[in-house]
């Protein structure tokens, strides 16, 4: 079946570090790609995707491009403020499925100290 | 435009009692979905509505979860009787139509104890 591992946190930075989270992913059949946020407090929401390889998804200063050939997704961002502590889901969405049912990794909590 | 709203936040219920759990979409999307998080691990899938039907209900762990949607409204989730395994984080989601942008709502917090 279809899954995405990310690698576990919590990862602690300092500001203005860069931050990598890994997304690895297995899939069935051709899926998109997405990276959600949950701020403390919040709902998920959608951060970045990309729908097809080699696509590169950005927002917020995080980039993530779309690597088919190691079936790979890693979140990047070259300089992280405090006000981006907050939990990051990979996750995977395979469109000949159950209409966008998404599959989530487990979560890398982020904790960006001052 | 308001968000998606579950309530309540948090409920607190012991072993073999009966909880109900809310969600209320978007207006105007017809997508509605369900995901849990157990015990800080991944978030899963639990069922997906598409206006009032159950478009595919393969994550729903066991016959103890229902999910209803009353005329392709709100949702809700019942838990009965609620088990200490049923404790987690159980978010909702709802989208214009499959292949676009999920919005979650805040998620409600079940401790069973």
């Known amino acids: 079946g279809d899954s995405v591992t990310q690698m576990e946190g919590p990862v602690t930075l300092s500001e203005e570090a860069f931050l990598t989270i890994n997304c690895t992913y297995t899939a069935t059949g051709y899926p998109s790609l997405f990276w959600y946020v949950q701020y403390p407090g919040e709902g998920l929401q959608l951060l970045l995707k990309?729908?097809?390889?080699?696509d590169k998804g950005s927002n917020k200063g995080f980039e993530a491009t779309y690597r088919k050939e190691t079936t790979s997704f890693h979140l990047e961002k070259g300089s992280v403020q405090v006000s981006d502590s907050a939990v990051y889901f990979c996750?995977?969405?395979?469109?000949?499925?159950?209409?966008?049912?998404?599959?989530f990794g487990a979560g890398t909590q982020v904790v960006v100290t001052p | 435009e308001a968000g998606v709203t579950q309530f309540p936040s948090h409920s607190v219920i012991e072993k073999g009692q009966t909880v109900t759990l809310r969600c209320d979409p978007i207006?105007?999307?017809?997508?509605l979905y369900w995901y849990r998080r157990v015990m800080g691990k991944e978030i899963k899938f639990l069922l997906h509505f598409v206006k009032e039907s159950k478009q595919d209900e393969s994550g729903m762990p066991n016959n103890r979860f229902l999910a209803e949607r009353t005329g392709g409204t709100y949702s809700t989730l019942k838990v009965q009787p609620a088990e200490l395994e049923d404790s987690g984080v159980y978010f909702c989601a709802s989208s214009q139509d499959g292949f676009y942008e999920q919005y979650f709502g805040p998620g409600t917090r079940l401790t069973v104890t």
């Open positions: 996750a995977l969405s395979v469109q000949t499925d159950s209409w966008g049912k998404l599959q």
């Open positions: 207006s105007g999307h017809d997508n």
């Open positions: 990309a729908t097809k390889a080699d």
